[in-house]
């Protein structure tokens, strides 16, 4: 980008505005958005504090900053429909019905946590709630949800396949091979790219010369959106648009959603490489605190109800740490099974 | 009953588990109205229709990525390699996705892969390979491999009914100059069994493919020579059969390993290396890995022929150890 600072302005196609985009959703469903947000980064807060307790085993993801559009694109979806999460998509899983003591015991490597301490972090699935594992090489998911969605076209399941991808995961050769081919295929798919800045230390800059991924849609003959990824109305709206076309049989679209990553790649990285001013911009543009102001500005809630989502959610969390807490480590033995179904 | 060539029981087993079972479907590059750069699947397009038969885009990891998808949504999907050798090209997909997908959520992904392996056609570097070694050490995938009429049909029946990633490498070689009659029944080939080709006092070769035609010619030449050769026709190179391999080695104390893969990493190494491990005792000779050399696959009819195994070659070998 050529600007006058190194950094400048990241996303200037969404300038924040403070108000939110226009929605049909009603107040109650309004406030469950606000619950997922908020549940997002409550559990996130906890695992932050396992962590610094030397309880997770491995690394720690966060989506800090990023909830809006991991829980406004999974609240746009059926029950029917199935969705790849990525590592910043704790949010669409919660949305999907994961319980937090899941997520929990999986960053413990705890004995009945979903993978049985064979995989960590958020990487499990479970297609009864429509959620596939994602694997760490970036993209492989993408051509994995077409054959997802190419299935349930075959089946007559009238499903939509929804996955995941940053800003830096565009680089790899699946991104393009996975939408090209759902793109000739024309199955029922959405493909959110996520722009939060960073690939780990890397610019968006240094991924791509073009300034909005949504642009490469043209390449593929398919639409291509940009949204405010702090806005969580906007993400809703988007998604479904998109959900619903692709359902009618329109085929897949591509949305880029312009956001922020607000820590560091893994709770390790102190992103000493982010300049202080993007931090700050972007704190600005928090997408609870923004989604409270309209919340309470439009009278749809009121600062009672906040804190009592607030306080649920707290509550709630104390049983489902206990209840991770509690499990045991896997067995040695289960080292050795479930190689082949 | 009428004789049908190795080619034609691959089609047959595709039609027949087709025709079965409606969850099986095709995705590959120019498998429809072309019927696939080897014919393999000449009147599929016609008879199962393009739901069913899926022309892709030349996208070898987008085809195994979605199959693997398609698999996780209760489909049965064959991906078919144009030549094995672009297999490596969806390289991440299969020991990353496919291969741990089980052992990582518990939720299996019931694919096949197939494609034309092998050489002796002039096909080259880069349609002639053999690539089973690199699979070979990824815990998840099962890989078969026919050497004959009879389980290139029951071992394709069997890929496409189990319930993990199977790779299914079918030797071009064979495509037509095999023929033989197909079994009667379902064929079924339980994988994971190897098949004693030849029963013999002297010495043991342990292989797959097509060198099991040259074992077997090999043999009918010893035996003008006095020399008894036991032939061993692994069919599933993973997993190996360890109780067929130990039991043909307690017999004859004597193995060449033959395969048509470079020597170093190969599938004869990890076999040659279970030998020296577990037989140790019954062995009167060193176990000799007879493969390629450590070159790429060479194009000149002169070259390609200095590189394969053959005939005179595992003859030589077997003379050598014999009188060890």
Redesign the interface.
């Known amino acids: 980008m050529k600007t006058g600072k190194a950094w400048g302005p990241l996303h200037p196609e969404t300038e924040t505005t403070e108000r939110l985009a226009k929605t049909g959703l009603p107040a109650k469903r309004q406030l469950e958005l606000y619950h997922f947000m908020k549940l997002t980064r409550m559990v996130e807060g906890r695992l932050g504090n396992l962590y610094r307790q030397g309880k997770v085993v491995g690394g720690l993801y966060s989506s800090l900053g990023q909830e809006a559009t991991a829980v406004g694109s999974a609240y746009a979806l059926e029950a029917q429909d199935?969705m790849g999460p990525l590592i910043r998509n704790l949010g669409s899983m919660l949305v999907r019905g994961v319980q937090p003591r899941e997520v929990m015991m999986q960053y413990m490597a705890k004995s009945d946590s979903?993978?049985g301490g064979?995989?960590g972090n958020t990487?499990?699935?479970?297609?009864k709630r429509g959620l596939?594992?994602p694997?760490?090489?970036l993209g492989?998911v993408?051509?994995?949800?077409?054959?997802?969605?190419?299935?349930?076209k075959?089946?007559g399941k009238d499903l939509v396949?929804l996955t995941y991808i940053g800003d830096g995961g565009t680089s790899t050769?699946?991104f393009h091979?996975?939408l090209?081919?759902a793109a000739?295929?024309n199955v029922p798919f959405v493909l959110i790219a996520e722009n939060n800045g960073w690939a780990y230390s890397t610019p968006t800059s240094r991924q791509m010369r073009v300034r909005n991924i949504a642009t490469r849609a043209a390449a593929y003959g398919i639409p291509g959106e940009i949204v405010d990824g702090n806005d969580v109305l906007a993400v809703y709206e988007v998604t479904k648009k998109a959900v619903e076309r692709a359902r009618a049989g329109g085929g897949p679209t591509l949305i880029e959603s312009k956001t922020f990553r607000m820590k560091g790649h893994a709770e390790h990285d102190d992103a000493g490489y982010v300049p202080k001013e993007q931090f700050e911009e972007w704190k600005q543009k928090d997408p609870i605190e923004r989604f409270e102001r309209h919340l309470l500005g439009n009278g749809l809630a009121t600062q009672e109800d906040l804190q009592a989502v607030t306080a649920r959610i707290d509550a709630q969390l104390n049983q489902e740490v206990d209840f991770a807490l509690a499990s045991p480590m896997p067995p040695a033995e289960r080292a050795f099974e479930?190689?082949?179904? | 009953m009428a004789t049908v060539t190795y080619l034609e029981a691959i089609r047959q087993a595709l039609w027949d588990e087709m025709e079965q079972d409606p969850r099986v479907?095709m995705l590959g590059q120019d498998i429809g109205t072309y019927g696939g750069a080897f014919r393999v699947t000449a009147g599929f397009l016609d008879h199962f229709g393009p739901?069913?038969i899926?022309d892709?885009?030349i996208?070898e990891?987008?085809?195994?990525?979605?199959?693997?998808?398609?698999?996780?949504?209760?489909?049965l999907?064959v991906v078919e390699m144009q030549f094995i050798d672009f297999i490596s090209c969806a390289f991440?997909?299969i020991i990353?996705?496919a291969a741990p997908?089980?052992?990582?959520?518990?939720?299996?992904?019931?694919i096949v892969v197939r494609g034309p392996s092998g050489g002796n056609v002039h096909g080259s570097a880069y349609h002639s390979q053999n690539p089973e070694s690199y699979f070979h050490h990824t815990?998840?995938l099962?890989i078969v491999a026919p050497g004959t009429v009879a389980d290139a049909y029951g071992l394709l029946r069997s890929a496409i009914q189990d319930?993990?990633p199977v790779l299914y490498f079918e030797h071009k070689y064979l495509y037509r100059r095999l023929k033989d009659e197909l079994p009667s029944g379902d064929g079924l080939v339980p994988i994971g069994q190897a098949r004693l080709a030849r029963e013999g006092r002297d010495l043991s070769v342990i292989t797959y493919g097509a060198m099991l035609q040259v074992a077997l010619e090999a043999a009918g030449r010893l035996e003008a020579e006095g020399i008894d050769l036991e032939v061993l026709d692994l069919r599933t190179i993973k997993p190996l059969d360890q109780e067929a391999i130990l039991a043909t080695v307690r017999k004859t104390s004597r193995v060449i390993v033959l395969t048509e893969e470079q020597t170093t990493g190969s599938v004869a190494g990890e076999v040659a290396a279970r030998i020296s491990q577990d037989a140790f005792e019954w062995l009167d000779g060193p176990v000799h890995r007879l493969c390629c050399p450590d070159t790429p696959v060479p194009y000149s009819p002169t070259l390609e022929e200095a590189y394969l195994p053959n005939v005179d070659k595992l003859a030589a070998k077997v003379r050598e150890l014999a009188s060890y």
């Open positions: 199935v979903p993978t064979k995989d990487h499990f699935g479970d297609l596939v594992a694997i760490s090489m492989a993408i051509p994995v949800m077409a054959g997802v969605a190419l299935a349930g075959m089946q396949a050769g699946d091979e996975g090209n081919l000739v295929l479930g190689v082949y179904a | 479907f739901g069913r899926v892709t885009p996208s990891s987008a085809m195994i990525g979605a199959a693997i998808g398609a698999a996780m949504m209760g489909m999907p991440n997909q990353n996705f997908n089980h052992y990582r959520w518990g939720q299996q992904v019931p815990p998840g099962k319930p993990n």
